[in-house]
C-alpha cells in the first residue's frame, strides 16, 4: 500500500470479527424484541476475547486503512498527469503534432492542441513512461524516463522539434553564399606583383564554392574599373597606333579611338563571358588552378580551360560562357570599329586572338603567376 500503513494480528482478528457480526447485527429481519438483544449479544461476544483491549485500541487505524484502500480504488490517491507544450528549436508552437504515451501495458496518443499543449490524466504511478511526438516536416522527439510519483503533475520541458537533415540543408546553402562572397573578396585581393588584377583564379580549389549571379557581376565589374585596366587599354591603343591598326586616323584622334576600342573589346568581353553568360548558363567564369600532378596534367587542365569549365553543380562541362563571351564581343566590334575592318573577318578573327590569348594565359596562369601574386603564394 502507497500509504505505508501496517496491519497488525490484533487488526486482522477486529476485521474478521467485525465482517462477521454486521451482517448479522444490522442485516437480519427485525425480531419481535427489537434488535437491542442482538447487538449486546454480539458485544458480550467481542468482550471475551482475549485480545478484546487491543483490538479496541486499533480499531481507528484500522478504519484509516479501509477509508485509504477505498480511496486508491476510486483512483484520486495513487494517479498523475503529465503535460506538455510541443515547441521547435525556434520556440515557435506546433499545434496538431501527434504525441503518444507508452508505458508497462499503456498505449495513449494525444493531439496537441492550437496552443501546442497536451495531457494525459489518471495515469497509474510507480512505472515508467516516455513521452514520443512526430509532426509533419519534423523529426521525431522523444523524452527522457518519466517516474510518475502519485498526485504528480508532470511537465515534460525542453519539447524542441527538429526539422529533418534534408531541410537543414537549406541553412548550408545559406553559408555557402556567405562563402562564396568571403572567396570574392580575397580573390580580389589577388594582383600580380601587387598590381595587376589576378581576380579571376581560384588558388583554394578544393574548397571553392559556386558565385552567385550578383557575384558575377561584381566580380566582372570590379575588373573593367580597375585602374589598370583603364592603363593597359591606354598602354596597348599605343601600340596600335604605332601599328597603325584599326584603321583609324593617326593623331590624338586616332589613338582615342584605338585606345577606345581596346577598352571596348576588354569591357564586353567581362561581362558577356564573364558574367552575363555565366550567370544565365550557370557556369563558373573563372580559372581553377591544380598545382599539384604531372607537368602534362597540369599543361592540359591549363589549355583545355577556354574550352571546358566548371558548372555551378560542380560538375566540368563545355565552357559556352568563355566562346560565347568572345563570339558576342567581336560581332559587337562592327559597331565601332572603322568601316574597311569590319565583316566576319573581324569577328573570327578576334574570336581566335582571344582564344590563343585565353590559352597562353591560362598556361602563364599555371605554372608563373601564382609566385608573383604576393597574396596566393603562401596559400596550400
Known amino acids: 500500500m502507497a500509504s505505508g500503513f501496517r496491519i497488525t494480528p490484533a487488526t486482522l482478528a477486529l476485521s474478521v470479527c467485525l465482517a462477521g457480526i454486521a451482517p448479522t447485527a444490522f442485516c437480519q429481519e427485525p425480531s419481535a424484541s427489537g434488535p437491542a438483544p442482538v447487538i449486546a449479544a454480539a458485544v458480550a461476544d467481542a468482550a471475551e476475547l482475549p485480545d478484546a483491549p487491543d483490538a479496541q485500541a486499533s480499531a481507528k487505524p484500522a478504519a484509516g486503512a479501509a477509508a485509504q484502500s477505498a480511496g486508491n480504488q476510486s483512483g484520486n490517491v495513487n494517479t498523475g498527469n503529465i503535460n506538455g507544450t510541443v515547441t521547435d528549436v525556434n520556440g515557435d508552437l506546433v499545434p496538431g503534432a501527434t504525441v503518444t504515451l507508452d508505458g508497462p501495458g499503456i498505449h495513449q496518443t ?13 495515469l497509474k504511478t510507480g ?23 502519485p498526485e504528480q503533475f508532470f511537465v515534460v520541458k525542453d519539447v524542441k522539434l527538429k526539422l529533418p537533415d534534408a531541410v537543414t540543408s537549406v541553412t548550408v546553402t545559406a553559408d555557402s553564399v556567405e562563402m562564396a562572397t568571403e572567396q570574392v573578396q580575397i580573390e580580389e585581393k589577388q594582383r ?35 585602374p589598370v585596366s583603364f592603363a593597359g587599354a591606354l598602354f596597348l591603343g599605343a601600340v596600335n597606333q604605332a601599328a597603325d591598326s584599326p584603321n583609324y586616323h593617326q593623331g590624338w584622334l586616332g589613338y582615342g579611338q584605338r585606345a577606345g576600342a581596346v577598352y571596348a573589346d576588354g569591357f564586353t568581353d567581362l561581362m558577356f563571358g564573364g558574367a552575363i553568360l555565366p550567370a544565365v548558363l550557370k557556369q563558373d567564369p573563372r580559372y581553377f588552378y591544380q598545382g599539384s600532378g604531372t607537368t602534362k596534367s597540369r599543361l592540359l587542365h591549363a589549355m583545355q580551360a577556354p574550352f571546358v569549365c566548371k558548372g555551378d553543380n560542380g560538375k566540368w562541362q563545355p565552357n559556352y560562357s568563355t566562346i560565347g563571351g568572345d563570339l ?48 596566393a603564394k603562401d596559400k596550400n
Open 127 to 149: 512505472v515508467i513512461y516516455v513521452v514520443s511526438i512526430t509532426a509533419t516536416g519534423f523529426d521525431t522527439w522523444s523524452s527522457a524516463p518519466i517516474a510518475l510519483a
Open 110 to 122: 494525444a493531439v496537441a492542441d492550437d496552443n501546442g499543449g497536451f495531457a494525459f490524466k489518471d
Open 328 to 375: 558576342i564581343s567581336a560581332s559587337l566590334s562592327n559597331l565601332y570599329y572603322p568601316r574597311s575592318n569590319r565583316g566576319p573577318g573581324l569577328v573570327f578573327g578576334n574570336l581566335l586572338v582571344n582564344t590563343a590569348e585565353r590559352t597562353v594565359s591560362t598556361v602563364i596562369q599555371e605554372f608563373v603567376l601564382r609566385k608573383l601574386t604576393p597574396s
Open 192 to 226: 600580380v606583383l601587387g598590381i595587376i588584377p589576378n581576380f579571376y583564379v581560384v588558388y583554394d580549389s578544393k574548397n571553392a564554392v559556386p558565385l552567385t549571379a550578383k557575384l558575377k557581376f561584381k566580380l566582372a565589374l570590379k575588373v573593367s574599373v580597375d
